[in-house]
Nanobody
Framework: QVQLVESGGGLVQAGASLRLSCAAS????????VGWFRRTPGKERDFVAA????????YYADSVKGRFTISRTNAKDTVYLQMNSLKPEDTARYYC???????????????WGQGTQVTVSS
């Protein structure tokens, strides 16, 4: 069993940066791939970024490539999403998820956090 808690969201202006954290409990967390997804009201959750259990492979949605960076520190059971050059269209609730394989599809993840809100003003 893995429990995930996101933090680091907030209200920022366009062009600013935020770093989201996904803290996990559960001794097997380091075996899991982790993905970040986001959802705006009335829409499905969209893939943002994912990282393999080792950290050796990362994947990004085209909309965030070059601006967002996903990383993990297994010693601290934490995955980060560094978000730079934020745009108003990045406004969403951001969720982290853990699963056995690094995927861009949310159906492949077994555990989800409650999310953290990111709001980017123009």
């Amino acid at each position: 069993q893995v429990q995930l808690v996101e933090s680091g969201g907030g209200l920022v202006q366009a062009g600013a940066s935020l770093r989201l954290s996904c803290a996990a409990s559960g001794r097997t967390f380091m075996r899991y791939a982790v993905g970040w997804f986001r959802r705006t009201p009335g829409k499905e959750r969209d893939f943002v970024a994912a990282i393999s259990w080792s950290g050796g492979s990362t994947y990004y949605a085209d909309s965030v490539k070059g601006r967002f960076t996903i990383s993990r520190t297994n010693a601290k059971d934490t995955v980060y999403l560094q978000m730079n050059s934020l745009k108003p269209e990045d406004t969403a609730r951001y969720y982290c998820a853990a699963g056995p394989t690094v995927l861009t599809a949310q159906t492949g993840y077994n555990y989800w956090g409650q999310g953290t809100q990111v709001t980017v003003s123009s």
